[in-house]
């Protein structure tokens, strides 16, 4: 399996980047795949996640403005980011679990077995 970010780049505040994730090698029939990112000095956060049976948790920060989405002909996975802040400042990582993934986890990187290099993100104010 194999994931590759892109798109990150540096923007100022209240400006939108779109993320995307190339997948490959991976074929569950249950699954989730999301969005983490993690700041210097700062533990990794789910962002924003979307499983096979359609759900689509986000983290309170990023409601409203993150919207993530999957072309599954294409293998690839996005995060349209709107309205930037300062605080978005952080490495993006794309992540997969092969599997069911309780409700409560699917924002916690623990069930993520699959990992991408990051694509970094810099929002100056």
């Known amino acids: 399996v194999q994931l590759v970010e892109s798109g990150g780049g540096s923007v100022q505040s209240g400006g939108s980047l779109r993320l995307s994730c190339a997948a490959s090698?991976?074929?569950?029939?249950?699954?989730?795949m999301g969005w983490f990112r993690q700041a210097p000095g700062k533990e990794r956060e789910g962002v924003a996640t979307?499983?096979?049976?359609?759900?689509?948790p986000y983290a309170d920060s990023v409601k409203g403005r993150f919207t993530i989405s999957q072309d599954n002909a294409k293998n690839r996975m996005y995060l349209q980011m709107n309205s930037l802040k300062s605080e978005d400042t952080a490495m993006y990582y794309c992540a997969a679990a092969r599997g069911w993934v309780l409700w409560r986890l699917r924002l916690n990187s623990a069930p993520y077995n699959y990992w991408g290099q990051g694509t970094q993100v810099t929002v100056s104010s």
């Open positions: 090698g991976f074929t569950y029939s249950n699954y989730c």
């Open positions: 979307v499983c096979s049976d359609g759900t689509t």
